[in-house]
């Protein structure tokens, strides 16, 4: 685990010299980040009581104080790259459910199986909290760019907090 968050804070990293953003690092560390299914984000992600995943992403620039976040999505598979649309391509902070895979995919996103998320871990979870409780799981990241120190941060939070969840996220 800890090899997989070196490798993704290093590609975050290496958008700098290039001239990128906070938010072009923090959105490409994020999207490593979802694509491991041993973290609980994008491939991973805890189930739904229904036994389905529901993601959430929000990112924010720091440096214009805007910000995008989608929430209720079942079938994007890197929830940080739609909420950056969010941010960039509508007038919108958040949106929620279908209608943000419906603008993510008219942006290019491809929809994908709620299934590729699951993991045996995660089931495992999910039979476990059926038979006897409530499972939290919270993570949530907020990197800053050095070259220009506090004002132009970018920060995400990407959040699947509770297998019993049927509710938007809390704010960032």
């Given at each position: 685990m800890w090899r997989r968050c070196r490798l993704s804070s290093k590609a975050g990293r290496k958008c700098w010299p290039r001239g990128a953003s906070a938010l072009d690092a923090v959105t490409e560390a994020v999207r490593l980040l979802e694509e491991c299914p041993l973290f609980n984000a994008g491939m991973g992600a805890v189930f739904t009581r229904d036994q389905t995943h529901e993601l959430d992403a929000c990112v924010m620039d720091?440096?214009?104080?805007?910000?995008?976040?989608?929430?209720?999505?079942?079938h994007l598979r890197n929830p940080?790259?739609?909420a950056r649309l969010v941010l960039e391509k509508s007038p919108h902070v958040l949106l929620i459910?279908?209608?943000?895979e419906n603008f993510a995919i008219s942006h290019g996103m491809a929809r994908v199986d709620n299934d590729l998320f699951?993991?045996?871990?995660?089931?495992l979870q999910l039979q476990?909290?059926?038979?006897?409780?409530?499972?939290?799981?919270?993570h949530h990241a907020a990197p800053l760019d050095e070259r220009q120190k506090w004002a132009p941060s970018a920060r995400w939070r990407s959040i699947?907090?509770?297998?019993?969840?049927?509710?938007p996220p809390p704010a960032a």
């Open positions: 720091g440096y214009s104080l805007q910000a995008g976040a989608v929430a209720g999505v079942k940080v790259l739609a459910g279908e209608g943000a699951s993991t045996p871990e995660r089931l476990e909290a059926k038979a006897g409780g409530e499972i939290i799981l919270d699947w907090p509770a297998i019993w969840r049927r509710r």
